[in-house]
């Protein structure tokens, strides 16, 4: 799939070069990434495919220029709007309540100037959210992930289909991210092998084979980014709700900086794995659930140190076990 990225980005830069086809381009898009429509679907999807063509040229023309720190290209949800792209992850607001002031901890310790999880082997490999739906289930797993590899120095890939099965839910918001964490304390988790993404949707939770349980969960104080940064460096990875713009539809590297990207309006969940800080520009490094075909091989680079940009310290919450 990394290949036939590099194919479709040759052929992103020669249509902005010598005005290649966009019929051309197209046909490399649903080569690439295996779409095929009815005749009839096929005219609506690259009508889309055109109008979304145009906005990442635009963009990327900023991106060139200097005035824009990440760039766009095609990615397997350019033939999408930006509301399909929206329902297709369910990205819905969030509904992040007040309660969680009252397990607000702070975190005493020396930060490192940056730190990658992935590099220490506290991260499993980037997955897809698609066959179940709750982001909420990814970010959970891979706190307690992060969390029991650094107390036992072994890896597990946890079931997120576990979660989704077993954790009571009428929709994916901080409430329900709060009960998956309690879940990961009172009973553990199961792990992958033992509980398979394509069970069907009854809870099968078996006591005998859990893989990773918790001893406590905290959210760090709100609105702080120092205090998800110390989290993040002395804790290991951490679970956290953001703002998904439409730009994310098409992001595939550099540090996401969108000024537009409000910090009230939460629609998914994710994992932050690290930090660091580039040319003068300070990022996190965040662990989606899209699959490896989006993004920077499933991460995106967020601003870090910008006015809390996109929420993303709004309601974070780490593991120990």
């Known amino acids: 799939m990394i290949e036939m990225r590099l194919v479709i980005t040759v052929y992103l830069i020669i249509h902005t070069v010598t005005g290649f086809s966009d019929k051309e381009v197209w046909k490399t898009f649903k080569d690439t990434y295996a779409k095929s429509y009815t005749l009839l679907e096929e005219s609506n999807r690259f009508r889309i495919f055109q109008d979304n063509l145009h906005k990442i040229q635009t963009h990327n023309k900023r991106f060139e220029a200097g005035r824009s720190s990440y760039k766009l290209g095609i990615t397997e949800f350019t033939d999408l709007t930006s509301l399909e792209f929206l329902d297709k992850f369910k990205l819905i ?153 439409p730009n994310f539809q098409f992001y595939v590297s550099g540090v996401f900086d969108d000024e537009n990207c409000n910090p009230d309006q939460l629609n998914h969940s994710a994992l932050v794995v690290g930090y660091g800080v580039s040319n003068g520009q300070y990022y996190w490094i965040v662990k989606n659930s899209w699959g490896t075909s989006w993004g920077m091989n499933g991460y995106i680079l967020m601003s870090r140190n910008k006015n809390n940009q996109c929420g993303i310290s709004r309601s974070a919450v780490y593991a120990t076990i």
């Open 93 to 245: 607001k969030f509904d992040v309540s007040d309660k969680e002031s009252n397990i607000q901890q702070n975190i005493i310790g020396d930060l490192p100037d940056e730190i990658d999880w992935r590099e220490k082997g506290a991260v499993t490999e980037v997955k897809d959210q698609g066959a179940i739906g709750l982001c909420g289930a990814f970010s959970v797993t891979g706190a307690v992930e992060g969390s029991n590899f650094i107390s036992t120095d072994t890896l597990i890939s946890l079931s997120e289909k576990n979660l989704a099965d077993c954790v009571e839910t009428t929709s994916c918001d901080a409430d329900w991210i709060t009960r998956a964490f309690d879940y990961a304390k009172d009973k553990g988790i199961m792990s992958e092998d033992n509980y398979p993404i394509n069970s069907d949707n009854t809870c099968k939770y078996n006591a005998s084979t859990v893989a990773a349980k918790i001893n406590s969960f905290a959210y760090i104080k709100r609105d702080d980014e120092l205090e998800l940064q110390k989290a993040v460096a002395l804790k290991g990875p951490v679970s956290v709700i953001i703002n998904v713009t």
